[in-house]
């Protein structure tokens, strides 16, 4: 469910402005309708989203509880795509590198 989006998102082809939140989910191979984070459609001329993400790990006995942060905007149409990995907890603290979905 839409949370916000422009005046001008209703005739947009791309949907420029609609945002969306994200559930609690666990990470899981494929897509999940209801994962922990932030996405809007960000794109006038493409459809892409920004997506702002906390991976939790939650069941791995070295990782519980630790989590990635990621950041970035995802041309969802794109076979490759890369978001940045922009820092963790814990044993992810600091952490840097990219993400390829």
């Known amino acids: 469910m839409a949370v916000a989006q422009a005046n001008s998102t209703a005739t947009s082809p791309t949907f420029f402005g609609l945002t969306y939140p994200m559930k609690d989910d ?15 459609l960000t794109f006038k001329e493409q459809v892409s989203q920004f997506m702002a993400m906390n991976l939790v790990f939650t069941e791995e006995k070295y990782y519980n509880g630790n989590a990635l942060a990621v950041l970035g905007i ?7 795509r890369e978001l940045t990995i922009v820092g ?4 992810f603290k600091m952490a840097r590198g990219v993400a390829l979905l």
């Open 26 to 40: 666990p990470l899981t191979g494929g897509p999940s309708q209801s994962s922990k984070g932030k996405f809007g």
């Open 74 to 80: 995802n041309p969802t149409l794109q076979p490759k």
């Open 88 to 91: 963790g907890t814990s044993v």
